[in-house]
C-alpha cells in the first residue's frame, strides 16, 4: 500500500504512527468482510486518505475510529464485490494467505479466518457480514458498531442475533485444532499420492463436497462434487495423469494446515479443508492465479 503525504488533517507523524500500529487489525478486519487480500489493501489506501484528513485532537478513540473508517470502505467494496461474483466463471473461493505461525496459536482468530468460516461469511449479508466481524471476532462494543455500519444500537443487536444464528447452523460443528486438521491433511496426502481409493474414503465424509477455483483462467470443476465415493474417483484419477510432474507441499494457510501444489516447481493449487470430527467435509481448491499472489510470503493478521 502506498502512503501518500496528508496536505491538512493530522500532522504526517502523528498520522502515519497511528495508522502502521493498528495497520494488521485494519487489514484482518477488512480481509474478514471480503475475503480478498486485494481489496482489503485497495480498502486500506482508502481508509488512510480519509485518516490523513481527520483532526486527532477530536478523535477519542483512534483504533475504534480507524476501523470504523475501514468497515465503511469494506461495506461499499463488498457491496461491488457481490456484483462482480455474479459474473465470475465457476465457484468463487476468497483468496489463500500464507499465514504466520502466531495466527494459528490463536484459536478465535484462526477459525474465523479460515476457508470454510469465510465460505459461511460469504451467506451473509453485507451488513450482516460486518456485525458480525467486528462484535463477534474483534468484541467491538455494539455503539461502535452502530457507527460503523449507520444503524441504531438496538438494530445492530437484532442484526448481531440474527447473523449468530445464521452463522452457528453452518459453521463447522466445533473449532477444529490445527492438529486435527494436520493429521486428516496427512492421511489425504498418502492415501491421493498412493492412489489409495480406500484410505481417501476413510478420510473424507460421506458428504464431502470439493469446490474448485479456477476464475476461467485455469481448468477447475465447473461446479461443486459432492459425495465420497465421487470425490474420491475424481482426485485419484487425476492424481494419476498429472503423477510425476506434481508435488504436494504442507503450509500454514488461513491459520490453518493446507496443501500447495506445485507442478514444475510452479505454485498451481492451493488445497484447504473443513474437518469435522475428524473426517474432511468441505476441499477448496485454488487455481486462479490472481488470487494466489499473496502465496509467496506471510501475511500477519491480529485482532
Same mark, same amino acid.
Given at each position: 500500500?502506498?502512503?501518500?503525504?496528508?496536505?491538512?488533517?493530522?500532522?504526517?507523524?502523528?498520522?502515519?504512527?497511528?495508522?502502521?500500529a493498528?495497520?494488521?487489525?485494519?487489514?484482518?478486519?477488512?480481509?474478514?468482510?471480503?475475503?480478498?487480500?486485494?481489496? !482489503?489493501?485497495?480498502? @486500506?489506501?482508502?481508509?488512510?486518505?480519509?485518516?490523513?484528513?481527520?483532526? @486527532?485532537?477530536?478523535?477519542?478513540?483512534?483504533?475504534?475510529?480507524?476501523?470504523?473508517?475501514?468497515?465503511?470502505?469494506?461495506?461499499?467494496?463488498?457491496?461491488? @464485490?457481490?456484483?462482480?461474483?455474479?459474473?465470475?466463471?465457476?465457484?468463487?473461493?476468497?483468496?489463500?494467505?500464507?499465514?504466520?505461525?502466531?495466527?494459528?496459536?490463536?484459536?478465535?482468530?484462526?477459525?474465523?479466518?479460515?476457508?470454510?468460516?469465510?465460505?459461511v461469511?460469504?451467506?451473509?449479508?453485507?451488513?450482516?457480514?460486518?456485525?458480525?466481524?467486528l462484535?463477534?471476532?474483534?468484541?467491538v462494543?455494539?455503539?461502535?458498531?452502530?457507527?460503523?455500519?449507520?444503524?441504531?444500537?438496538?438494530?445492530?443487536?437484532?442484526?448481531?442475533h440474527?447473523?449468530r444464528?445464521?452463522?452457528?447452523?453452518?459453521?463447522?460443528?466445533?473449532?477444529?485444532?490445527?492438529?486435527?486438521?494436520?493429521?486428516?491433511?496427512?492421511?489425504?496426502?498418502?492415501?491421493?499420492?498412493?492412489?489409495?481409493?480406500?484410505?481417501?474414503?476413510?478420510?473424507?465424509?460421506?458428504?464431502?463436497?470439493?469446490?474448485?477455483?479456477?476464475?476461467?483462467?485455469?481448468?477447475?470443476?465447473?461446479?461443486?462434487?459432492?459425495g465420497?465415493?465421487?470425490?474420491?474417483?475424481?482426485?485419484?484419477?487425476?492424481?494419476?495423469?498429472? !503423477? $510425476?510432474?506434481?508435488?504436494?507441499?504442507?503450509?500454514?494457510?488461513?491459520?490453518?494446515?493446507?496443501?500447495?501444489?506445485q507442478?514444475?516447481?510452479?505454485?498451481?493449487?492451493?488445497?484447504?479443508?473443513?474437518?469435522?470430527?475428524?473426517?474432511?467435509? $468441505?476441499?477448496?481448491?485454488?487455481?486462479?492465479?490472481?488470487?494466489?499472489?499473496?502465496?509467496?510470503?506471510e501475511?500477519?493478521?491480529?485482532?
Amino acid at each position: 500500500m502506498v502512503v501518500t503525504r496528508p496536505s491538512r488533517g493530522a500532522p504526517v507523524d502523528l498520522a502515519t504512527e497511528t495508522f502502521v500500529a493498528h495497520r494488521n487489525l485494519l487489514f484482518t478486519v477488512a480481509y474478514e468482510m471480503l475475503g480478498s487480500a486485494a481489496d !482489503a489493501e485497495d480498502v @486500506l489506501q482508502e481508509t488512510w486518505l480519509r485518516w490523513v484528513g481527520v483532526d @486527532l485532537d477530536e478523535v477519542r478513540d483512534r483504533r475504534a475510529y480507524l476501523v470504523r473508517i475501514t468497515t465503511r470502505q469494506a461495506l461499499g467494496r463488498l457491496r461491488a @464485490l457481490g456484483r462482480r461474483k455474479e459474473s465470475y466463471v465457476g465457484s468463487w473461493l476468497p483468496e489463500p494467505l500464507l499465514t504466520a505461525p502466531d495466527v494459528a496459536e490463536d484459536v478465535e482468530l484462526a477459525d474465523s479466518v479460515s476457508m470454510a468460516m469465510l465460505l459461511v461469511l460469504e451467506t451473509l449479508t453485507p451488513t450482516e457480514r460486518a456485525v458480525f466481524v467486528l462484535r463477534e471476532v474483534f468484541a467491538v462494543d455494539y455503539d461502535e458498531v452502530a457507527a460503523a455500519v449507520d444503524k441504531t444500537p438496538a438494530a445492530v443487536r437484532q442484526i448481531a442475533h440474527r447473523a449468530r444464528a445464521h452463522v452457528a447452523a453452518r459453521r463447522p460443528r466445533g473449532v477444529v485444532s490445527a492438529d486435527a486438521t494436520k493429521d486428516a491433511l496427512e492421511a489425504f496426502k498418502r492415501a491421493t499420492e498412493t492412489g489409495d481409493l480406500r484410505g481417501l474414503l476413510d478420510i473424507l465424509a460421506p458428504d464431502v463436497v470439493l469446490l474448485g477455483d479456477g476464475g476461467g483462467i485455469k481448468q477447475a470443476v465447473a461446479r461443486p462434487v459432492t459425495g465420497a465415493d465421487k470425490v474420491a474417483r475424481l482426485l485419484v484419477g487425476g492424481f494419476r495423469k498429472v !503423477a $510425476g510432474t506434481i508435488s504436494l507441499d504442507s503450509a500454514q494457510v488461513n491459520g490453518y494446515p493446507a496443501l500447495v501444489f506445485q507442478v514444475g516447481g510452479e505454485l498451481d493449487t492451493v488445497l484447504a479443508v473443513r474437518v469435522d470430527e475428524g473426517r474432511i467435509t $468441505g476441499l477448496y481448491a485454488v487455481r486462479n492465479p490472481e488470487k494466489l499472489s499473496r502465496m509467496d510470503r506471510e501475511t500477519t493478521l491480529s485482532r
